[in-house]
């Protein structure tokens, strides 16, 4: 399906509107949120693979792997408008899980937390730190979801490769324990499944197919 023909469909226009709708609520109602978990007390985690790792501050290198990699990625999720709403609907489920996740299991930061520079948190959260952020991580399932939906292996696979990365630099910083990160791709995945099989693109799926139909149609006449 090309934009154009998503456009034309009220199934896909009505799924994306009120995907976007919800993620304008999600946006007034986070900064909320984080403020009030930074303010809660909560469990440090025995953590024998964080212990090995020396901190450092690697907040450049993370910034850049997670905007820079937001950015080359998104272009495939752009081109299919079928991608874009499972993207936008997964991302919504992540979200919400994220809230449920952190509200249900307090944690204080590791220790050797060194504080993330990310200018743009600052914009949208209104706030310098975020550190009680933790279960799960949300930086590793951004990028683990867009990898998800490239469409070709080796777009996927740099993907993947990213989202490693950000994994092994968000441990360098103890910005977040093991856990977080190894179940970040697991939430990730289940949600990208989750709604790619669900009834989030019934009506989008099937207008494609009497289109493709149409076509082929026309073809023959």
């Not at 590791?110 to 949300?138: N, Q, R």
Request: charged share 15%; net charge neutral.
């Amino acid at each position: 399906m090309t934009w154009r023909q998503a456009w034309s469909n009220g199934a896909f226009k009505a799924k994306l509107f009120l995907g976007v709708f919800i993620m304008g609520l999600l946006a007034f109602f986070l900064p909320v949120f984080f403020a009030e978990i930074e303010q809660r007390d909560g469990m440090v985690l025995g953590d024998e693979l964080l212990k090995m790792i020396p901190s450092y501050d690697v907040s450049l290198m993370i910034f850049i792997v997670l905007y820079g990699g937001i950015l080359w990625l998104i272009r495939d999720v752009i081109r299919n408008p079928l991608i874009f709403l499972t993207v936008l609907w997964a991302y919504i489920f992540l979200c919400v899980s994220r809230i449920v996740t952190i509200s249900l299991v307090p944690l204080d930061p590791p220790a050797g937390l060194v504080e993330m520079w990310d200018p743009l948190s600052i914009f949208f959260y209104h706030t310098k730190t975020i550190t009680k952020d933790l279960f799960f991580s949300g930086h590793t399932s951004i990028l683990c979801l867009l990898a998800l939906c490239q469409q070709s292996r080796q777009r996927k696979l740099i993907g993947f490769g990213m989202t490693l990365l950000m994994g092994v630099l968000l441990l360098i910083q103890h910005v977040h324990y093991t856990v977080d990160v190894l179940a970040a791709p697991v939430f990730t995945v289940f949600f990208w499944y989750l709604i790619s099989i669900s009834g989030i693109q019934l009506g989008v799926s099937d207008f494609r197919a009497v289109s493709s139909s149409r076509s082929a149609d026309s073809s023959g006449l």
